[in-house]
């Protein structure tokens, strides 16, 4: 081979050559933007050997700024998001002016790749930073975070909310850099509101701002509590007596007064009327005065009276079968007991009550009346009287009636007898009250006694 032909295949290999592969001996390619000496592919003032992209004593991984060992803050992430950037723009300029630069690109194009990754990363993780204004009961303050909505900001913060705290906007709601959110806690309040108690709740800090919440007319009101007083979480009790309009009848006049009274008797002393002795209102006094309510006042004055009254005695009867049917005797007579009775006498703006019985003595106990029945069935007839004509003499008598009585009352029945004759005949009560049969029975017997005399007028009719 001669010398001029090694020279010549020399160096037409050596400028087929990629760059890269050229020999070390070769005189310098001097690129446009490239210092003199630079390997290609390596960033200016990196030394063979060293990780492309990597200063010099950087390890794998680390963010330039950072100390090895330390986690990376905000701003070692935003420096090496700002050198990564610019390594990756200096990189895409070469890939531009050199197309075909060879192995040196090749390593350097995913190390770009991975440089842009974090740039985007770290632009998003600034992003998702949002400044929020959060007002927790009236105390504002504004704060950084990534939540997404309402409902996670909350989590975050700690501050947990019920069914009676009031969260605007919604929990659900997204968030965006520069939002409100707004948290005002539920406070239990004991209300009693002119006599009628219950529970209710309210977002208000004061007394006087839930009054306005719960729509309470609190002008000219009683409060048990201050209305600048505080409401904590716990709540508090508060009475409120709204103002009421009540008219007062008393002694004859009219009194229409504006009153917070809790009570009727409060009311009435509003008034100027002074309550006595018995006197009342017609209304309980301890009962809750209403808007537009009338009361009366009554003046009472009211004495004792004792009265002595009987107490009906008994009747007791038994059955006696040793005497005749329709006879009564008594075996013992029944006596009226006493009792006395206390009542008390009212007289209410003049008028007179009813007496009212407030107490009850008995003085004596009746005694019971007892009675013996006979169950003996009566004869059939009378020996000497049963030929006799005894529905003519009733017909004189009494017009033939059982129950006929005379105008002085003396005498009774079919055959007019009195009270002494008929018992003297064994017959009991009056024989007015007595069957026709046994009317009949007695007259026979007294006709066997006394024969017609009984009978002066009527007697005679017997014989016809």
Not at 22 to 47: C, H
Not at 99 to 121: D, T
Not at 242 to 263: I, S, Y
């Amino acid at each position: 081979m001669s010398t001029s032909q090694g020279s010549h295949r020399a160096g037409r290999r050596a400028a087929d050559l990629p760059v890269h592969e050229q020999p070390t001996q070769a005189a310098p390619l001097v690129l446009p933007g490239r210092p003199i000496g630079q390997t290609p592919g390596r960033p200016i003032g990196q030394t063979p050997g060293q990780t492309p992209g990597r200063p010099v004593g950087q390890t794998p991984g680390q963010v330039p700024g950072q100390v090895p060992g330390q986690a990376p803050g905000p701003a070692s992430v935003q420096a090496a998001g700002r050198g990564t950037r610019a390594e990756a723009r200096r990189a895409a300029r070469r890939r531009r002016t050199f197309p075909g630069a060879g192995e040196g690109l090749r390593r350097i194009v995913p190390q770009a790749l991975v440089v842009a990754f974090l740039a985007g990363g770290t632009s998003a993780f600034v992003a998702n930073d949002k400044a929020i204004r959060l007002s927790v009961d009236g105390v504002p303050r504004t704060l950084h975070t990534f939540a997404d909505d309402v409902e996670e900001l909350l989590a975050d913060e700690g501050l947990a909310v019920g069914s009676h705290d009031i969260v605007a906007p919604a929990p659900g709601e997204d968030l965006a850099s520069g939002d409100e959110v707004v948290v005002r806690y539920g406070r239990p309040v004991a209300l009693t509101l002119d006599g009628q108690r219950r529970q209710v709740w309210t977002t208000a800090r004061t007394v006087g701002g839930a009054l306005r919440q719960l729509g309470v007319r609190a002008e000219g009101a009683y409060l048990s509590v201050s209305r600048s007083a505080p409401i904590s979480r716990q709540g508090l009790a508060l009475d409120v007596r709204t103002e009421r309009t009540v008219t007062l009848l008393a002694d004859g006049r009219a009194r229409t007064l504006r009153t917070n009274a809790a009570t009727v008797r409060e009311a009435v002393e509003e008034a100027g009327i002074t309550l006595s002795g018995q006197d009342t209102t017609s209304v309980p006094p301890n009962s809750f005065p209403r808007d537009g309510q009338t009361i009366t006042v009554m003046r009472i004055s009211g004495t004792k009276e004792v009265r002595e009254e009987p107490i009906p005695y008994t009747v007791e009867r038994s059955r006696d079968p040793e005497l005749f049917a329709g006879t009564e005797v008594v075996e013992r007579q029944g006596v009226r007991g006493v009792r006395r009775v206390t009542y008390a006498l009212r007289t209410v703006n003049g008028v007179r009550q009813k007496p009212k019985k407030i107490a009850e003595e008995i003085v004596r106990e009746p005694v019971t009346r007892k009675v013996k029945v006979g169950t003996r069935p009566l004869p059939s007839s009378v020996d000497g009287a049963d030929g006799l004509d005894w529905g003519a003499l009733a017909a004189c008598e009494s017009g033939g009636r059982p129950n006929a009585v005379d105008p002085s009352g003396t005498y009774g029945g079919l055959y007019q007898f009195d009270p002494g004759t008929w018992r003297s005949l064994g017959g009991s009560g009056t024989a007015q009250n007595a069957s026709a049969s046994e009317q009949t029975f007695r007259a026979k017997k007294l006709y066997v006694q006394r024969g017609a005399s009984p009978w002066p007028h009527c007697g005679r009719r017997l014989y016809r």
